[in-house]
């Protein structure tokens, strides 16, 4: 269990957890001693998706302990927590948008992007080798992932959510339009008029972006 604490740190301080990154680890720790004593067949996660999850849930109740004493000391002249790099809005903002992002990568692409996200000081040479690829391969991927990531943190902040939904798939999904419809009980028409107003969205924010 103890071989994933560098991958966890990581996470923990890539989404704005830096000043307890080390409390967030040990609280998680707990937790998996607690379930396996309880659960005796249970066994901790090893995907990276369920990792970032696992993290997550960690930090979610750290913001909500943060919200709650906050509420308790609406006069306070200072934060609670100095040093955290986000607000608590801002972290579980920044959560949603990550997690959203690497369920509609490719596996690949969201594999080379979390090993990226949890790499700490580490090389591309050393990530390379954890993952069992070369680093021109790896670096290949992460670039990738990072250009794709941004595409779809367009689309999430953008669309409405069916809208970025729908866009997400047509660009890194294996679904056509046809199936996409007849899986959410559309027409083809009406999803590919959805998608041409996304598709219109996207272009008018892009020109307003470059006037």
Known sequence: MRRHARKLHGLACGFGRRADADDVVQTLYARWWRRMRIEPGWSPPESAAELFV???????????????????QPHADEPLH???????????????????????????????????LTAGRRND????????????????????????????????????????????ELSYGSKTRAQLAHESGMLLEELTSLWRQAVEALEKSRREVAS
């Open 82 to 116: 100095g040093g955290f790099e986000e607000s608590p809005e801002d972290s579980l903002q920044s959560f949603e948008r990550m997690q959203w992002i690497l369920t509609r990568l490719p596996a690949p692409l969201a594999e080379a992007l979390m090993a990226s």
């Open 54 to 72: 696992s993290v997550r849930r960690v930090v979610l109740d750290v913001i909500a302990k943060e919200k709650r004493e906050q509420a308790r």
């Open 125 to 168: 040479a050393a990530v390379a080798l954890e993952l069992g690829m070369t680093t021109a391969t790896f670096t290949t991927r992460l670039f990738k992932a990072r250009r794709a990531a941004e595409e779809l943190a367009s689309y999430y902040e953008l669309l409405p959510i069916e809208q970025a939904n729908l866009m997400a």
